[in-house]
């Protein structure tokens, strides 16, 4: 079993540094998660987790992938994809959002609402519809800027390219 490193995310997947969570716990009361297990964790499965911190008014942010998910504690919740920089809004005030999410093992379609970037250490959002910004001042800026660094790094741009099909019209 791979030794786990003081800096690196916790196991449990809360999104803390090892170090600040189940380094703490006895290790009697650590359950890490079967590698069986970790593979089917899905975009709704994460969807889900933020959803309800964003209905408990609980700020967590996490990694999936090419997405990004956060909560805050106002309760509105985001989910965020990178690639394509899309987003769109999971949970305002603590009431979740229906958000149609149409997943597979070999496709993820979701029907984006937004487009986000990080400037001056905001994050802003912008409407396809209505084509109006939003500045998002509770959003963890810092913490999206750096994994969006992160995984562009960790993944060529071929393959990051690769992420998002075209869309075929039917006749």
């Not at 969570?21 to 079967?34: F, G, N, T, V, Y």
């Not at 987790?49 to 990004?68: D, T």
């Not at 965020?80 to 070999?106: F, H, K, N, Y």
Request: aromatic residues 4%; positive net charge.
């Amino acid at each position: 079993m791979k030794k786990i490193g003081r800096n690196e995310k916790c196991p449990c997947r809360s999104g803390k540094k090892y170090k600040h969570c189940c380094a703490l716990k006895p290790q009697a009361m650590m359950k890490p998660m079967a590698p069986e297990n970790a593979a089917r964790v899905t975009l709704k499965d994460a969807v889900d987790h933020i959803g309800a911190a964003a209905g408990a008014k609980k700020q967590v942010f996490r990694e999936l992938g090419v997405f990004l998910l956060f909560s805050t504690l106002a309760g509105d919740a985001w989910l965020l994809e990178i690639t394509e920089s899309d987003c769109i809004q999971l949970a305002r005030d603590g009431r979740l959002i229906d958000v149609p999410i149409d997943e597979s093992p070999e496709t993820i379609v979701v029907d984006w609402t937004h487009t986000f970037a990080v400037k001056d250490r905001r994050l802003e959002v912008v409407s396809y519809e209505e084509k109006t910004t939003t500045i998002l001042p509770d959003a963890p800026t810092g913490a999206i800027h750096s994994a969006i660094r992160r995984i562009r790094k960790r993944h060529s741009p071929e393959l990051l390219d690769q992420v998002h099909l075209d869309t075929i019209e039917a006749p």
